[in-house]
Structures are given as structure tokens and as C-alpha cells.
């Protein structure tokens, strides 16, 4: 076995899998729902651009210094910082950015386990429907069957009215997520990942060629890539194009430390950093490749042509998945069972992620509290499972309440703070704290150890790090937070 010891004797059992489970933790929620309703939201081409910038120069190499940190200190997180920071013989305060991180990780699991509740809602909705278009000898028909489209319209707000139901989805969705991180690395996270990856990808290729054949894939391609360079400066733009290369690659989150520290010695991290980011941004265009076309399909030409003219916003932020596509699917050849296998495919990459943002902070707890993994898993799974229930009350009896209402926050409940916290804050301040340490702090030597890197290839990531990242990430946090700096400026 080629498997690292971390701290409770537990590794990955390959190099494979160590790829398929940090990207099964990359591609989730983030690159389905997130990217695409962001993408609409953003007027499309110019955040994609700007996205693909972000992971390329700030993203990628912060990976890498993730992964450097955590298989060098081969502990949790914090752990691990703090062991390079003494190496370094800097300050152990250091440690405190993976602490912010985790933090971050397990408050974007307790909203993130809601989100993956209505996915598992829309699973059964799809599956009753397929099974009745199987039984009355029809299972080409489009989805849906027997719905107007208001009704279908009408199942998401249904579900938002029904607290009981949404609490009951995400527990389930938490319970599956506890067993797999309790039962440890190699028998649980790494066996989810390696089982669910290879068939996301599959489902995956099969849907966007599908909906390439369906769907009005022109329209797509120029909604995602056509864009007005005016926008490329303006810095909301910007915040949420770096807030989701971050969040799409789980950086910031300490989760690539955590991850980083079960790898094996003989690993070469540059290879697999490169071929993490390329999996991630690859799946989350090829999602909107798949989602785009098929929404659009069934727009009016001259609502579709407003948007591409960029005069109309893709309606809709989240409602892209659980409304536009199921109207869409109605419509489509054999839609009842694509539509089943998309919520599938979901469910599959949202609950291998889920794993990864559970397990930042549980590695950090058996180690710091010295209590075996079943306890600490369900004692924290448990905690992002109050503080999501709490936060689903956003949809109904707690629509109104705004606790934070400035910044970008205004006019947020508390599952929409939840994620502005963590994407446009938490993870870029994290993530900024860890490009200084690694360019500036961390012991030289000891980093040119790890990376895999060298000549050329070495120097220019040391300069993205020491220089690019922080900058430009300090750059896009204070304008993109604070927007009124550049009006007085
Ligand atoms: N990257 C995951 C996604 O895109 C979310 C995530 C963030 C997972 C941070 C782990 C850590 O859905």
C-alpha cells in the first residue's frame, strides 16, 4: 500500500484515489448550482473569463500550497500549519488560518446539506414520475407527466413552504455524509469517492451530449463566453468570480491540507494540483453546457435573445435547477428518466464533497480532543445539521429576517449570509493568509521539498504566490466588499 500516515494511522490506499476524492471534494454544489446560477447572474462571459483567470493564476497555485502544507505536516489542518510555522520558526498563530477555514468549511456544509436536501426531494419527485411513465409503457415521454407548468413551476415553492420536509431531506442527506466520514479515509471518504466519480462523469458526458443534440447549444455557448470587456473591471464581477474559483476548488476551507496530509511521499502534488483544477473547471463548464442549452430550449426567442444581448439576467439563481430545468425537461425527449439521472448525478457529486467539508474539521477534533472518529463525526455533522435546519427557516417563517442587513449582505436571510460569509469572506481571507505564509513565511527549503516543481516552473509559481495572489485577492476583497473605494478613488 502507497498510503500516507496521518495522524490516526488512516491514508489514502492509492494515488488515484487520492485524486478521485479532492476532486470528488472540487466538483459538487458548486459547480452545478453555484456556478451556473452565478454565471446567470453575473451577464455570463465576463465572469467566465474572469473565472477561468482566477483559477489559473490565483486558484492553482494555492492548491498547491495546500495540499505542500498538509502533506508535509501530515496532520489536520491547524496541525499542520503549525508544525511548518514552527519549522519556519515563525509564529504558531499562523495556524489560525486553517482554523478560519474550517470554520468556514463546516458552515458552508450546514447550508450546503440543505441544498443537497431538495436535490434528493427533486430525486423522488423524478423517480415516482419515471416509474409511472415505465409502468404506463412510456418511458421515452418527456417528465412530468400530467403537470401544467405551473405546477411544476410550483414544486420548489411547495418544498420551501414545508419545513418538515426540507428538515427531514437535509437530515438525511447529513446522515448519509456521517456514515461515510465515520467510517474513516480509506473505508469510507476514499470508497464514496471512487465508486460515485466515475459515475458522475459518465451521467455527466451523457447529459451535455444529449442536451447539445435537444437544446439550443449556440445560445449557450455565446451566453458563456460573449462577452462585454466593460464588465470584465466591474468588481462585483470580480468578487464572485474569485469567491467561486475558490469555493469550486475548496480552497480556503482547509480542506486541501486536511486532504494533502493522507497523500502518499511519492506523489508528485504540482501533477495532480493541475490535474485537480482542470477536472473541476472542466466539469463546471461542461455543466453549463449541459444546464444552458437545456433551459434555453424552452425560452421564447425574444426572451433568449434579450439575455444574450445581455438587455435581460437569466432568471431565475438557484431556481436555474429546480425550476427552469424541470419545465425544460417536460418538454424533452425522454426527460422523465434524464431528468432523473441529472438529480442522480447531483446527489452524487454534492455528497462527496459534503464528505470533504465534514472531514476538514473532524481530522482537527480527533486529534485536538483525542476522542475516537464516530463521536467527533456525529458531534460535528450534528452541529452543521442545527445550523442548517435554522437556516432553512429562510424559506418560510424566517424569509423576513435580515440579521446582517449591509454589504452584501443587505436583504440576505440567513442561508444567503451563510453564503456570502463563506464565499466572498471567509474562504478569500483564508486563502490570502495562505499565499503570504507560503511565499513570505514558510521555511523555503522545506516548501521546494514537497512541490514537485522545478526551474522555470518553481520560479513563476513563487511569484504567483508571493505577489499575484495576494494582491490581486486583497484587491478584489476590498473593492468588491467595500464598492464605494473606487468611486471616491
Ligand atoms: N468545492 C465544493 C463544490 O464546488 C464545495 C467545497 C468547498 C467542498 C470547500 C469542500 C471544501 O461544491
Redesign the pocket.
Known amino acids: 500500500m502507497a498510503g500516507a500516515v496521518s495522524a490516526g494511522g488512516d491514508g489514502w490506499s492509492s494515488r488515484t484515489a487520492f485524486v478521485l476524492a479532492a476532486i470528488g ?7 452545478l448550482v ?1 456556478f451556473p446560477a452565478e454565471a446567470g447572474a453575473n451577464g455570463g462571459g465576463a465572469f467566465v473569463i474572469f473565472y477561468i483567470f482566477c483559477v489559473l493564476l490565483i486558484g492553482l497555485p494555492i492548491l498547491l500550497s495546500e495540499t505542500v502544507i498538509g502533506r508535509h505536516g501530515q496532520a489536520s489542518a491547524v496541525e499542520s500549519m503549525k508544525k511548518v510555522a514552527i519549522e519556519s520558526r515563525a509564529s504558531t498563530w499562523w495556524s489560525l488560518t486553517a482554523g478560519v477555514g474550517m470554520c ?2 463546516l458552515l ?1 456544509l450546514a447550508y ?1 446539506s440543505v441544498l443537497a436536501g431538495w436535490i434528493v426531494h427533486y430525486i423522488g419527485v423524478f423517480a415516482g414520475d419515471f416509474f409511472s411513465a415505465v409502468g404506463a409503457g412510456a418511458p421515452a415521454r418527456g417528465a412530468l407527466h400530467g403537470y401544467s407548468v405551473d405546477e411544476v413551476q410550483a414544486i420548489l415553492p411547495a418544498l420551501h413552504a414545508n419545513s418538515t420536509e426540507m428538515i427531514v431531506m437535509h437530515a438525511i442527506f447529513m446522515v448519509l455524509t456521517i456514515i461515510a466520514v465515520g467510517r474513516g479515509v480509506s473505508s469510507g471518504i476514499e470508497k464514496v469517492a471512487v465508486w460515485l466519480m466515475p459515475t458522475f462523469f459518465f451521467l455527466l458526458i451523457g447529459i451535455t451530449i444529449y442536451g447539445a443534440f435537444t437544446g439550443s447549444f449556440g445560445a449557450a455557448l455565446s451566453f458563456l463566453f460573449d462577452f462585454e470587456p466593460a464588465r470584465l473591471l466591474d468588481p462585483a464581477v470580480q468578487l464572485s468570480a474569485l469567491g467561486q474559483a475558490l ?5 480556503g ?1 482547509a ?1 486541501m491540507i486536511t486532504y494533502g496530509a493522507y497523500a502518499a511521499r511519492d506523489i508528485n502534488l504540482a501533477k495532480t494540483s493541475v490535474q485537480i483544477a482542470t477536472a ?1 473547471t472542466s466539469v463546471a463548464i461542461i455543466a453549463g453546457l449541459a444546464i444552458f442549452p437545456i433551459t434555453f430550449s424552452v425560452l421564447a426567442p425574444a426572451s433568449l435573445n434579450a439575455i444574450l444581448d445581455g438587455q435581460e439576467q437569466v432568471q431565475g439563481g438557484l431556481g436555474l435547477l429546480f425550476v427552469n430545468l424541470p419545465v425544460a425537461f417536460q418538454t424533452m425527449p425522454a426527460g422523465s428518466l434524464i431528468g432523473l439521472l441529472f438529480f442522480i448525478m447531483v446527489f452524487f ?2 455528497l462527496t ?2 464528505v ?2 465534514l472531514e ?1 474539521s473532524v481530522s482537527w477534533a480527533i486529534g485536538r480532543f483525542k476522542q475516537p472518529r464516530w463521536l467527533v463525526t456525529l458531534l460535528l455533522g450534528g452541529l452543521a445539521f442545527l445550523i442548517g435546519a435554522w437556516a432553512s427557516f429562510s424559506f418560510n417563517s424566517l424569509a423576513d429576517f435580515h440579521p446582517f442587513d449591509f454589504m452584501i449582505f443587505s436583504g440576505q436571510p440567513v442561508f444567503g449570509i451563510l453564503d456570502e460569509l463563506t464565499a466572498k469572506i471567509l ?1 478569500p481571507t483564508s486563502a490570502l493568509l495562505m499565499s503570504i505564509f507560503v511565499g513570505w513565511i514558510a521555511d523555503r527549503r522545506l516548501i521546494e521539498s514537497e512541490n514537485g516543481l522545478d526551474g522555470n516552473l518553481h520560479r513563476v509559481w513563487l511569484f504567483l504566490v508571493r505577489w499575484l495572489c495576494p494582491l490581486v485577492i486583497t484587491a478584489i476583497l476590498l473593492t468588491g466588499l467595500f464598492p464605494g473605494i473606487l468611486e471616491q478613488g
Open positions: 471534494s472540487a466538483v459538487g454544489l458548486g459547480n453555484r468556514g468549511a458552508v450546503y469555493f469550486s476548488l475548496s480552497l476551507s480542506l473541476d457529486a454534492a464533497s459534503a470533504a467539508l476538514a474562504l
